[in-house]
């Protein structure tokens, strides 16, 4: 299916500046269809959700409709989805409702591939109750992580696994349902961090394997808020701190206070407009993202082949995306040279490529690039051959 870059950027005012954005890893520009969304939840009349005045039903039809949305992304039940302030903030909270069930000889095992937000909070809710944390390890040779890195640390204690769907630093696809099978099969759960998978390819909660699942609506062109997936049987087996007065039904007894409605039904417009990406397909709602995602995929990869062989004419440039999978997320460094110089020159030429270890510490430190890290190239469904075209000038001239 074509994919029509140009109708996408169309639909994005903060693309009028002029800026050629690889700047998508650390969050998206925002369509005006989730724009007026927003303003238009705030422009009607709200108050707690409820069936009575026309403030609470506005309210309880834009969760509802939210829970749909991201259902249908994920390949979740609506009663399986979770908000909240964001994707670390959701993990936090399931780590020491998990934790309670833990027991001091107990394991749990991280990844050094993962964005912090899939370490710490595991690691720290396994130290508070004396658990033994057990390391991943991952080629830095090749930017990959397979399953027998996972299996080797698994044992019959191990309670919960934690790993990404795909690396925001460099981009590694891990198998993920061959992982989930081996944590499966050594008894214990599946824990997925898709905050940067989900902006790439379609996520199937059961396809993967995981038990449950996060991702960030602000990285896939929405507003900044995190959600979680997860089945609503096993929420129901889970007991989070919550205040007494609450409700205890699931998914509501894991979000903490009033929900943000206006940015619910911003999410909910990221999904209906990526659900549009592939205009000539029909059916579901979720017929119709698998159909955007196969085209979106598409698109990104020329893009991103494009990319890779003009990052191989610069000399002294390396590339540390390898991965025989990988989402179109290219880090990279130049020799003798700062990698925040190089964003900053990067940026007086209108292109914007942050640099830095984008929160993924452990898997930067083991890149070699210690607390620095490198220029990161992300892409997006607003990405062109333009913008490549001006990525690759920039960088041809920095020596100028």
């Known amino acids: 299916m074509a994919f029509d870059v ?50 609470e039903r506005n309210a309880e039809a834009v969760v509802t409709g939210a829970r749909e949305a991201l259902a249908d992304l994920l390949g979740g039940q609506p009663r399986g989805t979770v908000f909240g302030r964001s994707a670390t903030q959701l993990v936090y909270d399931l780590s020491r409702t998990l934790a309670k069930t833990w027991a001091a000889g107990d394991e749990v095992v991280v990844t050094r591939l993962d964005h912090d937000a899939n370490i710490r909070p595991w690691v720290q809710a396994a130290e508070a109750v004396g658990a033994t944390v057990r390391w991943a390890d991952f080629d830095p040779a090749t930017g990959e992580l397979h399953p027998e890195q996972i299996e080797a640390v698994l044992s019959s204690r191990t309670r919960l696994v934690a790993v990404t769907a795909a690396s925001n630093l460099i981009g590694t696809r891990p198998d993920v349902p061959a992982i989930a099978d081996l944590a499966h099969r050594a008894g214990a759960l599946l824990h997925v961090d898709a905050v940067h998978y989900a902006s790439h390819a379609a996520v199937d909660l059961t396809a993967l394997g995981a038990d449950t699942l996060v991702c960030s609506p602000y990285k896939f062109l929405g507003p900044h808020l995190g959600v979680l997936a997860s089945s609503p049987d096993f929420l129901e087996t889970l007991r989070p701190d919550k205040l007494a007065p609450s409700t205890d039904v699931v998914p509501e007894r894991f979000e903490l206070g009033t929900l943000p409605y206006e940015l619910l039904a911003g999410a909910r417009a990221a999904v209906d407009f990526l659900a549009g990406l ?23 990869e020329v893009l991103r082949s494009r990319i890779e062989r003009g990052l191989a004419e610069i000399p002294g440039l390396t590339v540390y995306s390898r991965a025989a999978r990988r989402t179109p997320t290219l880090l990279f460094t130049l020799a003798g040279r700062e990698s925040a110089a190089v964003s900053a020159r990067l940026a007086e030429r209108g292109v914007d490529a942050p640099a830095g270890t984008f929160y993924a510490a452990e898997a930067a430190r083991r890149l070699g690039l210690a607390d620095v890290g490198g220029v990161r190239v992300g892409l997006a469904p607003y990405s062109s051959e333009e913008d490549v075209d001006r990525l690759l000038e920039a960088l041809g001239g920095l020596g100028d």
């Not at 709602?285 to 995929?297: D, I, K, N, S």
Request: net charge positive.
């Open 6 to 55: 140009g109708a996408v950027r169309a639909q994005i005012p903060a693309l009028k500046s002029g800026t050629a954005r690889f700047d998508a890893p650390g969050g998206t520009q925002t369509p005006q269809p989730v724009i007026d969304a927003i303003s238009d939840t705030l422009a009607n009349p709200l108050a707690n959700r409820g069936r009575t005045t026309q403030g």
């Open 278 to 300: 592939a205009p000539e397909a029909s059916g579901s709602r979720r017929e119709r993202l698998l159909a955007a995602f196969t085209a979106l995929e598409a698109h990104e």
